[in-house]
């Protein structure tokens, strides 16, 4: 399968929802309201979802769409787009750049291309499970083979406190330095080589679905808790190169 029309075209939503999103970074003024799950949401968000929606029902009619803010239009259609505006609106609305847009293709229900996209640094890192480039250029996952050498890296300190996520504990004990750069921007870091390690307990369909192309794109392993697929059946995602992965699920199940 061809997949560069459809990668020119996640280009051109990335960049013309990052064009959108950018003027609400960092305003004063900005009005968060609280969804129903008390999760925020802003009219970043939402307006950006309704501009690549609306861009993917022009281009594409027959395609799906699974969206965070505006759930899904033809889910049992060959081709579904699945649409985070804004990854990480707490950061979003802090000023904070550790945010970005998510963007997935799936075709027959698995990832084939995704993309993360930092609008404020003006980072594009796409992935089709083989490759992965930032900003055009090809990128790696680290090469660091132990734990102890590695950064570890996650998004809510309190969610990963509970008792359920203990291994993350022995984890983190292990690790050379560990630090909440996390939501899509972790995964950023650890495909590009800048970090090791990312996990993250509690993910939902669209926060997963364009990390696993972009991920394994760029030589590294996705996975849930205890080693296997994280899409569509899992909330908690791992990522880390290959050498690292087994350690990692190891240390998280010990």
């Known amino acids: 399968m061809n997949l560069d029309p459809f990668r020119a075209f996640m280009?051109?939503?990335a960049t013309q929802s990052g064009d959108f999103i950018r003027p609400f970074f960092g305003r004063p003024d900005l009005r968060v309201d609280l969804k129903s799950d008390r999760s925020p949401v802003t009219a970043a968000d939402t307006g950006a979802e309704e501009l690549m929606r609306g861009m993917i029902g022009k281009?594409?009619?027959?395609?799906?769409?699974?969206?965070?803010e505006r759930g899904s239009e033809n889910p049992d259609a060959e081709f579904v787009w699945v649409l985070d505006?804004?990854?990480?609106?707490r950061s979003f609305t802090a000023a904070v750049p550790l945010f970005g847009t998510l963007i997935a293709l799936l075709h027959e229900g698995q990832p084939v291309l995704g993309c993360i996209h930092q609008p404020i640094l003006r980072q594009l890192l796409v992935g089709d499970n083989t490759t992965a480039t930032l900003n055009g250029q090809p990128v790696r996952t680290s090469s660091t083979r132990r734990i102890?050498?590695?950064t570890?890296?996650?998004s809510d300190p309190v969610t990963i406190a509970r008792p359920e996520f203990q291994g993350y504990g022995s984890l983190m004990a292990r690790a050379k330095l560990a630090r909440t750069w996390g939501d899509c921007y972790g995964h950023l870091l650890v495909a590009t080589g800048w970090a090791e390690v990312i996990y993250d307990p509690v993910m939902n369909l669209w926060d997963i679905a364009a990390l696993v192309p972009v991920i394994r794109g760029a030589g590294g392993v996705i996975s849930d808790a205890d080693g296997a697929s994280p899409y569509p059946a899992?909330?908690?995602?791992?990522?880390?190169?290959r050498e690292l992965h087994r350690l990692v699920i190891e240390a998280l199940n010990a």
């Open 11 to 13: 280009i051109e939503l």
């Open 85 to 89: 505006p804004i990854d990480g609106t």
């Open 234 to 241: 899992t909330s908690t995602v791992s990522a880390a190169n």
């Open 152 to 154: 570890l890296l996650t």
């Open 59 to 68: 281009r594409y009619p027959d395609h799906g769409i699974l969206g965070e």
């Open 148 to 150: 102890e050498d590695a």
